[in-house]
Nanobody, 127 residues
Framework: QVELVESGGGSVQAGGPLRHSCEALRLPNRLRCMGWFRRVPGKVREGVALINGDGTISYADSVTGRFTISQDSAKNTLYLQMNALKPEDSAMYYC?????????????????????WGQGTQVTVSS
């Protein structure tokens, strides 16, 4: 069974960096569509970054210029480099992915469209 295993996250002072990793295990094929979203209790989930099935990359306006999504296809691993972190970036971060060809999603719907999620990692940014 496919599994996404996250690592990284943690606590950092405002302005600092953090990096998330998300390794896909037991994939029948390579990752096609993958991204990161975050959740804060009491707030709507927010898509943060996305590598879509056609290769296009998208970012939420709130993180553009500070976050970078990338992948290592050979390792079936997805990354999120977060720089210049702000207290409002504090959240539980999840990776989501799909290996089936033709998969497409949006920043606003990846948690509905992508079948596999990581376990979530907490990011806390102090001011």
């Amino acid at each position: 069974q496919v599994e996404l295993v996250e690592s990284g996250g943690g606590s950092v002072q405002a302005g600092g960096p953090l990096r998330h990793s998300c390794e896909a295990l037991r994939l029948p094929n390579r990752l096609r569509c993958m991204g990161w979203f975050r959740r804060v209790p009491g707030k709507v989930r927010e898509g943060v970054a996305l590598i879509n099935g056609d290769g296009t990359i998208s970012y939420a306006d709130s993180v553009t210029g500070r976050f970078t999504i990338s992948q290592d296809s050979a390792k079936n691993t997805l990354y999120l480099q977060m720089n210049a972190l702000k207290p409002e970036d504090s959240a539980m971060y999840y990776c989501a992915a799909e290996w089936r060809s033709g998969a497409r999603t949006t920043l606003a719907s990846m948690w509905e469209d992508l079948e596999y999620w990581g376990q979530g990692t907490q990011v806390t940014v102090s001011s």
